[in-house]
């Protein structure tokens, strides 16, 4: 009678430990231990054939959870990278992703990346505050902080193990999606860049051909007075001096790729070479009606360089802005000093640059209106090598416009020679001190 005592209770025992675990998938390891204390009360072959079984059903559930678990992670992980390839915004496809996770895996998800230029912050479903439990993982690519990822919760859903592996596994997917759909986007850019330059390289090459094909063909075919002749033969030399020129950039691009541009340094006077650039410039000035000034002050500076690529610089600059500002504008290149740097203002009332463009101005091939229809020529090349000419002199260039239509003023830094030589003075004697 106490024997068949025994095993009712035992089987009442299994059966309430079955019922649980099949209904919650929860808390394995105390039913284990319920079950070991039930066998130490029992003896029997039935009770063990039982508990044997019971262990088996245990073990099946408990496989079976973490199948079910480990196959939400990988539906998740996949369903995030799967947004970064549909949705080309990054903000939708972070909104996407924090969506999916709750309420699976949390009743709250958060998500922030950030650029250089720009912060996008997402949520979805509880926020995070004091009443609630939360935890952070970082978004890092290649060892860079980008962003976090939150997980936020009720006081009813505890985090656990499974909670922060699913986490950081997101994180590692997230930070690798992103760092490939910005490397996506970059190339796509690249190549857009690239056929706005091809488009432009070939209207720029064409227009000058044009010119020089038409006036050769005229001068063949037609008998010429002397003054129409010698207008055509100045506008195919023009023509074609502009044609070189355009070669002749292309040329200094490619040697800066290559890193092949050298300067031959010898004292430059910086008055001198100034006034050269603005003098060669000033018809281009009239022919707008611009009011182009030149202050060089009354203090001579001399810098160490290559005189060409000075000259080179300072055109391309006063150029650009004789270019870029309309009929009856002003146009002015100032020299002073700043210590022991000379400072070079090329300044204009002409149409500014916008906030949007104005990081990328040095950035070669761009342009702030790259399409067909745009007003003013050129390759979008002339900054990129004023910049690259420049640092190679030791020197610095900056930019700044208040925005479209409110001028431009680039100003450039250079050491003067005297400033140089003090510093290796300075050097060499605080060498002969210590040894």
């Not at 002749?229 to 506008?235: G, K, M, V």
């Not at 009332?349 to 916008?354: A, D, F, L, V, Y």
């Not at 925005?403 to 003075?425: C, D, K, S, W, Y």
Request: proline share 3%; hydrophobic share 45%.
């Amino acid at each position: 009678m106490q024997h068949f005592a025994r095993n009712t209770a035992a089987y009442a025992v299994l059966s309430i430990c079955l019922a649980l675990t099949v209904l919650t998938h929860e808390s394995l390891e105390e039913l284990t231990t319920v079950t070991a204390w039930v066998r130490s009360l029992i003896t029997g072959a039935g009770v063990f054939f039982a508990f044997a079984m019971f262990g088996v059903v245990l073990s099946q559930i408990g496989a079976r959870t973490n199948a079910e678990a480990s196959e939400k992670r990988t539906r998740l992980l996949a369903h995030a990278t799967r947004m970064f390839i549909i949705h080309s915004d990054e903000g939708v496809a972070l909104q996407a992703i924090a969506g999916s996770v709750v309420p699976l895996f949390a009743d709250g998800c958060g998500i922030t990346v950030v650029t250089d230029v720009s912060r996008v912050e997402v949520f979805a479903g509880l926020r995070p505050d004091r009443s609630n439990e939360s935890f952070s993982v970082p978004l890092e690519m290649r060892g860079e902080h980008i962003g976090d990822l939150s997980f936020v919760s009720t006081r009813n859903r505890a985090f656990d193990a499974q909670s922060f592996a699913v986490a950081n596994e997101l994180g590692r997917v997230m930070a690798s999606a992103v760092e490939t759909s910005r490397l996506h986007k970059k190339a796509e850019e690249a190549n857009r860049l690239k056929d706005e330059f091809l488009a432009t390289l070939s209207h720029e090459l064409r227009t000058p051909l044009n010119a020089i094909i038409g006036w050769s063909h005229f001068l063949r075919s037609a008998a010429l007075d002397e003054g129409t002749r010698q207008r055509a033969l100045e506008t195919i030399e023009r023509n074609a001096r502009q044609q070189a020129q355009i070669v002749s950039d292309l040329l200094d691009v490619s040697r800066i790729v290559l890193g092949q541009v050298r300067v031959e340094r010898s004292p430059i006077e910086l008055g001198a070479v100034l006034r050269e650039a603005v003098d060669s410039l000033r018809c281009a000035a009239q022919a707008k009606q611009l009011d182009l000034r030149l202050d060089t002050g009354s203090e001579p500076m001399t810098v160490a360089g290559d005189r060409a690529r000075f000259h080179q610089i300072m055109w391309n600059l006063i150029s650009n802005a004789i270019k870029f500002t309309p009929l009856e504008g002003r146009v002015e290149v100032a020299l002073s000093r700043d210590g022991g740097s000379s400072v070079i203002r090329v300044s204009d009332t002409g149409q500014g640059i916008s906030p949007e463009f104005l990081p990328f101005i040095f950035e070669p091939f761009r342009q702030a209106d790259g399409s067909s229809t745009r007003s003013h020529g050129g390759l979008g090349i002339g900054l990129a090598i004023v910049r690259h000419l420049v640092e190679l002199h030791g020197g610095t260039i900056e930019v700044a416009s208040p925005g479209p239509h409110q001028g431009t003023t680039f100003e450039i830094r250079l050491p003067l020679m005297a400033a140089v030589a003090a510093n290796r003075e300075d050097s060499h004697d605080e060498q002969h001190q210590h040894a």
